[in-house]
């Protein structure tokens, strides 16, 4: 049963607008998630983090939402460039180092 | 500036034949794992090892074993490969502490099994 949830398979968005995608988990123990960005070919890359204790995190164009209540989180890019073109993956952590991830999101940014 | 390297990057078998993948990290990581992607399915964690000797099942452990003989390599074994683990298979490491480190990826082997 997928504990990580992405329900949007791919977004498509203009250049300059804002990218926003989404990610919701049904386990109440999770207390870090992450996002990762995939290009073809290549593995995931590492992009954004947050911690339960905090509600916003941000960095650069990148900021993270997390809602504890609803059990939900997502990714803001602001503004939205061709080079974020990529598959993302959200992924969640209760304890230790194993981490649950999501289907993906394919991101595709019309310039 | 290797990071995580995989090898091989692809690879056709046939039904009961067995092959190892191999990872290797020169980072100096203490946890590694072993990662399956599939359509629809995102990744999914098959084994993982949380130091040189340990290893542990993960989601989807059926069918593979691991062997972590030194800190820096972690072996992912089929030993009668079947059509439905056919794959991109990725192997990611990461620090010990602080919790809760980001995993480094590579590039993934493409597994076909006919």
């Known amino acids: 049963d997928q504990q990580v949830k992405q329900n949007s398979p791919s977004l498509s968005v203009q250049e300059g607008r804002i990218s926003i995608l989404n990610c919701d988990y049904t386990?109440?123990?999770?207390?870090?998630f992450l996002w990762y960005k995939k290009y073809p070919a290549e593995g995931p890359t590492f992009l954004i983090s947050?911690?339960?204790?905090?509600d916003k995190n941000e960095d650069g164009r990148f900021t993270v939402f997390l809602n504890k209540s609803a059990k939900h989180l997502s990714l803001h890019i602001v503004p939205s460039q061709p080079g974020d073109s990529a598959v993302y993956f959200c992924?969640?952590?209760?304890?230790?180092?194993?981490?649950?991830f999501g289907t993906g999101t394919s991101l595709t940014v019309i310039p | 500036n290797a990071g995580v390297t995989q090898t091989p990057k692809f690879r056709v078998l046939k039904t009961g034949q067995s092959m190892t993948l191999l990872c290797a990290q020169d980072?100096?990581?203490?946890?590694m794992y072993w990662y399956r992607q599939d359509p629809g399915m995102g990744l999914r964690l098959i084994h993982y090892?949380?130091?040189?000797?340990?290893?542990a099942k993960g989601e989807v452990p059926d069918g593979y074993n691991v062997s972590r003989l030194k800190k820096q390599n972690f072996l992912l074994g089929l030993e009668s490969a079947a059509p439905s683990q056919t794959s991109v298979y990725f192997c990611?490491?990461?620090?010990?502490?602080?919790?809760?480190?980001?995993?480094?990826f590579g590039d993934g082997t493409r597994l076909s099994i006919l």
């Open positions: 990611a490491s990461s620090r010990r502490t602080p919790s809760n480190q980001p995993q480094h």
């Open positions: 386990n109440s123990m999770f207390d870090y």
């Open positions: 947050i911690s339960s204790i905090k």
């Open positions: 992924a969640a952590s209760a304890v230790g180092n194993q981490f649950y």
């Open positions: 980072m100096n990581h203490e946890y």
């Open positions: 090892s949380v130091g040189e000797g340990t290893t």
